[in-house]
């Protein structure tokens, strides 16, 4: 049985700078669901297209599996990996920014139409391949394609055109040929929902990277770090908490802390605020203050100030290149007045007051 062709695939940034009898050919074999062999900068990749059931068929039979495997979805560009409603979007967002064109697969929890068939309760794997002749290639297509690496289940993946052509012989109608794979690795994937960050497969991305670019170091600060700053530090917390479905936000790579401007070390939370949260059922008793020392402020990733009075502080210490990171709690700019020498009506309204800025703030998180 003859080999199957070998075509050229550039490196290219556009649907319009791929060769048209190569666009032509690509898409009647996957309208026809046959099987294309694709380059990433991970490994080869057999592509189907996703919502032909026969194509898939043929997928799992080139690759051997005994039970059915969902295949990843691959799109040509972020922007269309992350269309549609989408859980965790801000966070999905920032990995997106980090890694994609790249070696991420997220496995979300959500199935756009037409990839049903390859969703796995409601999850469903998807990656935008750094290769730019791929990504040209996928974003012309008028349907959505899955893959998987190329290679027989239980081998190692194949990173080089020719290998593919010599395994898939009579499973594949070509293979396009983007060169050998630069990582020569599958990529990492990663289950990302509510009450989900796991690493399935370890590639060149591990979990402590993940971790630092999906989540947030936020710092919040006020005067002497025993009323409002505390208060906005276990209610964001808390916030957090049920967004992600996790009583463990760091899972998430997310760290929440608060300080003073003015604070000295070790000072507990007022009396009247742990009153108040308790009620809440959140627990401010082991809080202990913390000034605003620049170890702090460098490593935050959004600072955010009960007053301008405290940004206006805390912009004298920092450099010009940190001021974006240093907001004001209330969105629209308002101060939150402080409560201490209150009674519990005052502190019940600054909680209130807080509570509703950090649930503004709290898409711009998740």
């Known amino acids: 049985m003859a080999l199957p062709p070998i075509l050229p695939l550039p490196d290219v940034a556009r649907a319009g700078d791929l060769p048209q009898d190569l666009l032509q050919a690509v898409q009647e074999a996957l309208l026809a669901g046959e099987l294309v062999a694709i380059p990433t900068e991970t490994v080869y990749g057999l592509a189907a297209r996703a919502d032909l059931p026969e194509a898939l068929a043929r997928l799992q039979a080139a690759k051997g599996r005994a039970s059915s495997v969902p295949f990843t979805w691959h799109a040509g560009s972020k922007q269309q990996a992350l269309t549609g409603e989408l859980p965790l979007s801000a966070l999905v967002g920032r990995l997106a920014d980090r890694y994609w064109p790249g070696p991420l697969t997220l496995v979300l929890e959500r199935v756009p139409e037409g990839l049903e068939h390859v969703a796995q309760r409601g999850f469903l794997g998807v990656r935008v391949p750094a290769h730019g002749g791929t990504r040209a290639l996928l974003n012309s297509l008028p349907f959505p394609v899955v893959a998987s690496s190329a290679n027989a289940s239980g081998q190692d993946p194949l990173a080089d055109a020719e290998g593919v052509a010599n395994q898939f012989v009579g499973k594949v109608h070509s293979v396009l040929d983007g060169g050998p794979a630069p990582l020569a690795m599958g990529s990492s994937v990663l289950k990302l929902g509510r009450g989900e960050f796991k690493l399935l497969r370890e590639g060149c991305l591990n979990l402590q990277d993940l971790r630092r670019a999906a ?93 301008r009075d405290h940004r ?38 600054c909680a209130t007051a807080i509570e509703a800025c950090l649930r503004a703030r709290l898409q711009e998180w998740v």
Do not use: W
């Open 215 to 307: 989540g947030l170091k936020l710092l919040f600060v006020c005067t002497g770090n025993t009323c409002r700053s505390p208060m906005a530090e276990a209610l964001a917390r808390h916030l957090l908490e049920n967004a992600l479905e996790c009583s463990d936000i760091s899972r998430f790579g997310f760290e929440v802390q608060s300080a003073g401007v003015f604070a000295g070390f070790g000072s507990p939370a007022s009396a009247e605020g742990v009153t108040l949260l308790r009620r809440r059922s959140i627990d401010l008793s082991g809080h202990h203050s913390q000034p605003c020392d620049p170890a702090l402020l460098n490593q935050a990733d959004h600072i955010y100030c009960l007053t």
């Open 312 to 349: 206006e502080q805390l912009l004298q210490q920092m450099d010009g290149e940190a001021a974006h990171r240093v907001q004001l709690l209330d969105p629209h700019g308002a101060d939150i007045s402080d409560p201490i020498g209150g009674g519990p009506q005052v502190y019940e309204a």
